[in-house]
């Protein structure tokens, strides 16, 4: 892509200054279209070390109003960052609906600069390069603008500009030794860069490379390319998106109506003998964790009044409360829903060696969200292929994922909410939405059974709680989740 690429010829100097006059009104007076029309857009600049990312993203906020944009440098990596999944100071950063958010460098920076290390094998990087097309794709599925520019120099440029930084006691600074490294090893990197812009160009998410020869010109080309992807981004808005295939393994489950649920108990000697027994196994298995570094996602889903909450308690008993964190799901907040639907979920996950637990999670997408006509037909049928795509991810990390479906009977929930209702100081249980959602029970359960069918793969299953018996489920969950960990852990 740079060794082959015929770039634009640069214009003469009063056809740059009238097209870059033109280029500045024209995104000023989209910004206000980008609000109305509620689109993100996520703009990168990756490029040559001393090819002006900074000072081009610079002289493009400038006709953007402050309140609409944020500008993200990713450059250096944090040791916060390290005990994350790799994509997650990426997806963490991306902008509301409605607003810019301009990378300087971002995953290719990160995944070439190990690449040219020689800290990347050829396994991790190609899973790194399919991780970024999913992520840039999801994104684009999603309503998202994302504009990609490669900044290019050549070798005499890039050493002149050194020089000239170098020779001045205020910009000295601007150099450092991954610029001149590069500069050193240019054909190398330039190996580098090319193979990667290959692999991660697509109709949806170009690249774009800019002759970064002159800052005035690169100036203009970004600009011109950034008013022109959002005129055709506000043209496309209304499109639907295709539905993809699922690629990964799946794990066959029964359906809810299949499983019996009356000779699922357990007494209350065995279950007190069972309960203390398995909490102190799991506390050891905790300090094994830390000590690993393993991070751990226990997701929890199931019918209202199932036993979600005292199963949970059960679990965090036996948990260092210093090494763990329970994320309670409810309706998005206002910053939440303006970003995509996984972007909340990716803010509250575990570092390595903790646990992370939550109270209903991503697959609200396709139960709730679905039924109650919170995201359109198009939004939940793709949704399964994200999250097992999330899910991926999660596991490609190395996380330990525990799905639980707590499962009960109509005539259980009903007991159950009648005693919630009857009960003074149980009454904050119950709500008017759990007595409408009960009388969707059959559209539920058909949601459930499709969500459990396309979702339970073999990296991330599914385990079903039969709950009829409270104390039943919370020992078959004890007893799960120190079977996953120790898999683990050996």
Known sequence: MLKNRILAEKPGEEELKSRLKAAREKLSGQQMQIKEHKIPVLVLLEGWGTSGKGSTIGQVIRNIDPRF?????????????????????????????????????????????NRLRGTMDDETYDMRIASIRRFERQLTDN???????FLHISEKEQRKRISSLKGDIDTKWRVNDDDRWQNKHYDKCLDIFDCYLDATDSPSVPWYVVDAGSKKWAELQVMEMLTEGIEIAMQNRALAVPVLQNVFPLTKLPKLSEISLA?????????????????????ELHNRLYRKRVPVIIAYEGWDAAGKGGNIRRITEALDPRGYEVHPIASPEPHEKARHYLWRFFTRLPRTGHIAIFDRTWYGRVMVERLEGFCSENDWKRAYNEINEFEKELSDWGAVIIKFWV???????????????????KQWKITD??????????????????????????YAPWHILESVDKKYARIRALKIVIEELEKVLG
């Open 143 to 149: 309503g998202y603008l994302v504009m990609k520019f």
């Open 263 to 283: 000779d699922k108990t357990v007494g209350d000697e065995e279950y007190k003998e069972e309960l203390k027994r398995l909490q102190e196994h799991l506390g």
């Open 69 to 113: 944009f944020k500008v993200a440098s990713l450059e250096k990596i944090r040791d916060e960052d390290k005990r994350k999944p790799f994509l997650w100071r990426y997806f963490t950063e991306i902008p509301e609906a409605g607003k810019f958010v301009f990378m300087d460098s971002g995953w290719m920076d990160e995944v070439t600069r």
């Open 407 to 425: 499962q009960i009977d109509k005539d259980t929930q009903l007991e159950r909410f009648t005693l919630r209702q009857n009960t003074p100081e």
């Open 433 to 458: 939405e759990d007595w409408r959602n009960r009388e969707k029970w059959d559209a539920y359960e058909n949601a459930v059974d499709e969500m459990l069918q396309k979702t339970s793969t073999a």
